[in-house]
C-alpha cells in the first residue's frame, strides 16, 4: 500500500514560519500537492508541483508566502509556510499522482498521507 507520510506541523505564532515535508518511501510520484482542510471547512487546494519541480502553482490566499518544492532523490515534497495567519490553521495533507503534470484538482490525486495539524496563534 502506497504510504505518504507528513510531517512538520505544530503550533507557531502569527508571523512564524514551518516547513511540512511529505515522503513516500520508496516510491517517486509524479505531480504532488498540498491540500488543507479547516475545522467546519471543506478541504481546499493549497499548493501543487510538477514532477520535475519545474512547475508550481499557489492558492492565492497563500502565494508570497508558501512555497513548494521537491526532492525526487529523496521522495519528499515540502511546504514552506512564512508569514503565517490566524486562517492557515487547519489539518494540511499531502497529495500525490502518477501523471507529472501538476493539477489543483482534489479528485485528480490518487494517494493521500494522513495529515498533519498546523495552529497559528493570534
Known amino acids: 500500500q502506497v504510504q505518504l507520510v507528513e510531517s512538520g506541523g505544530g503550533l507557531v505564532q502569527a508571523g512564524g514560519s514551518l516547513r511540512l515535508s511529505c515522503a513516500a518511501p520508496?516510491?517517486?510520484?509524479?505531480?504532488m500537492g498540498w491540500f488543507r482542510q479547516a475545522p467546519g471547512k471543506e478541504r481546499e487546494f493549497v499548493a501543487t508541483i510538477s514532477w520535475s519541480g519545474g512547475s508550481t502553482y499557489s492558492a492565492d490566499s497563500v502565494k508570497g508566502r508558501f512555497t513548494i518544492s521537491r526532492d525526487n532523490a529523496k521522495n519528499t515534497v515540502y511546504l514552506q509556510m512564512n508569514s503565517l495567519k490566524s486562517e492557515d490553521t487547519a489539518v494540511y495533507y499531502c497529495a500525490a499522482r502518477g501523471s507529472i503534470r501538476r493539477t489543483t484538482v482534489m479528485a485528480e490525486y490518487d494517494y493521500w498521507g494522513q495529515g498533519t495539524q498546523v495552529t497559528v496563534s493570534s
Open positions: 520508496g516510491r517517486t510520484f509524479g505531480s
